[in-house]
């Protein structure tokens, strides 16, 4: 089935592009160039949506002014993005002709790479894990079905029925372990008959969470990536502390006389605040926030990096205002730079708490000065950490949904 001598016209969503058939087989489009080498009917089908013999018109379904600007690509060289057309949308347009993000443009590739990192990358790590294999039929199969299901049940609570109470009653045992971890600190609550049921409660709850945390680690499909993940390392830290703690007293007693052992199970104790980090598993809005904070850890360094860099300069303009000028006389809240430093990052962020404040007219219009460059500067990334914020929120309210 020869084409040689043809003129060959080109029917894409029905606008017609006509070429000689020998400039069809040096174009950079591969599609078009394995057209010139079919030997059959049956060949030309697979490569186009339909093939008029008569007039030798190919007919592509395809997105029609994403071809013409492929086509100023192949007579002028360059290759640009459609405006008002998707990026990813228009990349697949150019993979079914047979080009390559390298053809673009230095600030199309830009564009498109950044395009393809907010579609694809944010993708949550339990997603990524490759589908177990349908079994066949017989107890292997049944035993993996089984584990599946308990995994879902227990990492998914919005799957099912059962997978919602058992989120309902970790968390009523993290509302009671905080509630009784608050309570503990109370004066009235220092008695041994409180002590004794503080105990009996904490170990209850310490229980539960080991069991359920035992149970999604046997379950898991990739135990080192299940260790590797941020809530199952929440999980551990605010479980071991218990354990370590009930260790020490073990081994110190409750009275010891080591006050070293003393401050290491106070701190033990409070470490077990961690359990609210818990409710993450079950509530979007924690998630939210914490996958914004690992996805905005450039700006939120970039922040940083603000505070920093005004703080040294205010902090080292405010001590030589306030108190460098003359050192006996002057206030001595700013007598130092780390002194002057505190003033400045509450200045900064607007909260002002009045322990320490400028008595010089230079200092005061520093402070103005200073609480409105903080106000410009801790406003610069928020937008994009906002934004980022509203983007993961509606992927993990989409991901719930699919779930359901």
């Not at 002590?195 to 945390?213: K, N, P, Y």
Request: hydrophobic share 45%.
């Amino acid at each position: 089935m020869k084409f040689s001598s043809r003129l060959c016209t080109l029917n894409v969503g029905g606008r017609r592009f006509s070429f000689a058939a020998e400039l069809m087989q040096r174009l950079p489009l591969s599609r078009l160039s394995r057209l010139q080498r079919c030997g059959s009917e049956s060949e030309l089908l697979e490569l186009c949506d339909d093939y008029d013999r008569d007039s030798n018109e190919f007919f592509f379904d395809r997105h029609a002014e994403a071809f013409s600007f492929i086509m100023l690509y192949v007579q002028h060289g360059t290759l640009r993005l459609l405006p008002h057309m998707c990026e990813l949308s228009f990349y697949n347009e150019m993979l079914y002709w047979g080009l390559d993000s390298a053809d673009l443009q230095l600030c199309c590739q830009r564009r498109l790479d950044s395009r393809m990192s907010e579609s694809f990358n944010h993708i949550f790590p339990e997603e990524v894990l490759p589908r177990p294999r349908e079994e066949p039929r017989g107890t292997k199969g049944a035993w993996r079905r089984w584990l599946d299901t308990v995994r879902r049940t227990f990492e998914e609570p919005t799957s099912s029925l059962l997978a919602q109470v058992l989120a309902s009653v970790s968390m009523l045992f993290v509302v009671i372990s905080m509630v009784m971890l608050c309570a503990s600190t109370l004066p009235d609550w220092k008695s041994a008959e409180a002590l004794d049921q503080h105990r009996i409660i904490e170990a209850v709850c310490i229980g539960w969470f080991t069991a359920e945390c035992i149970v999604r680690f046997l379950v898991s499909r990739d135990k080192c990536e299940f260790v590797r993940r941020p809530l199952n390392v929440i999980d551990l830290l605010a479980i071991t502390p218990y354990y370590v703690s009930v260790a020490v007293t073990m081994l110190t007693g409750e009275n010891s006389t080591l006050q070293r052992a003393g401050v290491t199970l106070r701190v033990l104790r409070i470490m077990r605040i961690f359990w609210l980090i818990k409710l993450a598993r079950h509530f979007v809005g924690l998630q939210t926030l914490g996958l914004t904070l690992r996805r905005c850890h450039r700006q939120m360094v970039t922040l940083l990096v603000f505070i920093g860099v005004a703080m040294a300069i205010f902090s080292a303009l405010a001590q030589l205002l306030e108190h460098g000028l003359d050192p006996e006389a002057g206030n001595q809240d700013y007598a130092s730079i780390p002194a002057a430093c505190w003033w400045v990052i509450i200045s900064m962020t607007t909260v002002g708490y009045g322990d320490m404040f400028p008595v010089t007219v230079a200092g005061r219009v520093l402070g103005g000065v200073c609480v409105v460059s903080g106000i410009v500067l801790l406003a610069l990334p928020i937008t994009f950490i906002y934004h980022s914020f509203i983007q993961i929120y509606s992927e993990l309210t989409l991901r719930a949904a699919r779930r359901r």
